[in-house]
């Protein structure tokens, strides 16, 4: 007998690797390869789940109301307009098993999220990549891969993980000459660290479009990444389908508690905010003062390159995970010569600029 099996293109997938939690010695390492927020979680957000512990053997709220009706609150949007997810990928995911399948197009930017691509497979949808210019989105680029078989456009704003953004200006124009039946996804899981003014996470386009989604979640500066949680903002008809598609209870008691406590302590948001502004210049500026590219970043995370210092990538990486330093090698994104590090607590950062340092030296 054979054994089952899967449908076409799913043999094909290169399982997601996130990034390492465990380093080359027995000592603590220091995680700053997944972006996770160095100063941690709200403590009210922690309380909320103390909070719940005698409550474990209750359904979740199937429909997470008082998770919405905080999310809306907070950023001025109607509650009817947004889906809960158990994290944004499952958003992705469900967004595209929705609009995507079998001889359909999904485009993205050349160096986008992974889960683009791997959803798309999984869906049987072909994958597209357009060029990025200066490893930024290019909105060109990505008009002229549009073809007939185009369904949807996924566009990280700011991009992981490169750290680039397109000011809202090139965003509205990318939505402006696209059809009215490609859905444009406006990923902007790390807009909450964005200072700049010319940025939008896009509420405003997705009020006045019926094909313009944003996702957004609470894993990055919220520090829920264990929680898995995250919101889209939708036109009434995405909403409709998400809601059809998603699962009964996909967003547990305890992510739905402790995210209604996070939104609301947005004095701990501005914290984190304040502290990863401060390290962005400071980090940059000390890396390209050894040598090294740095891809400036609007994110909690920066770009290095180590083209044309005689080592590797791969090298820095092994190095520093032999120091307890545990930053991303990014080769997957298309991205061989360089890894990503994620902000850390300032003890962590000058404990990367010292390594590093040392590693060109030898």
Known sequence: ??????????????????????????AKAVKLSSNESPLGSSPDAVAAIHAMAEELHRYPDGGAYELTKAIAEVHGLPA????????????ISLLIDAYAGVGDEVLFPEHGFLMYGISAAAAGATAVKAPEVNRTTDV???????????KMLFLANPNNPTGTYLPYSEVVRLRENLREDIL?????????????????????????CDNVVMTRTFSKIYGLSALRLGWAYCPDGVADILHRVRG????????????????????????????????????????RGIGLGVTPS?????????EGTGRTAAEAESYLAAQGLLLRGVAGYGLPNCIRMTIGLDDDNRAVIDALTAFLEK
């Open 1 to 26: 007998m054979s054994n089952p099996v899967p449908q076409p293109g799913i043999l094909n997938i290169t399982p997601y690797v996130g990034g390492k939690s465990k380093g080359g010695s027995e």
């Open 140 to 150: 060109d680029n990505l008009l002229t891969a549009v073809t007939d078989a185009t």
């Open 248 to 287: 009964p209870f996909n967003v547990n008691a305890l992510a739905q508690a402790a995210g209604v406590a996070a939104v609301h302590d947005q004095a701990f948001l501005d914290k984190a905010r304040e502290h990863n502004a401060k390290w962005l210049p400071i980090l940059t500026q000390a890396f």
């Open 80 to 91: 009817k307009n947004i889906v809960c997810g158990n994290g944004s990928d499952e958003l």
């Open 298 to 306: 609007v994110g909690n995370f920066l770009l290095l390159d180590f």
């Open 184 to 208: 444009l996804v406006l990923d902007a899981a790390y807009a909450e660290y964005v200072t700049e003014d010319d940025y939008k996470a896009g509420e405003e386009l997705v009020a006045k």
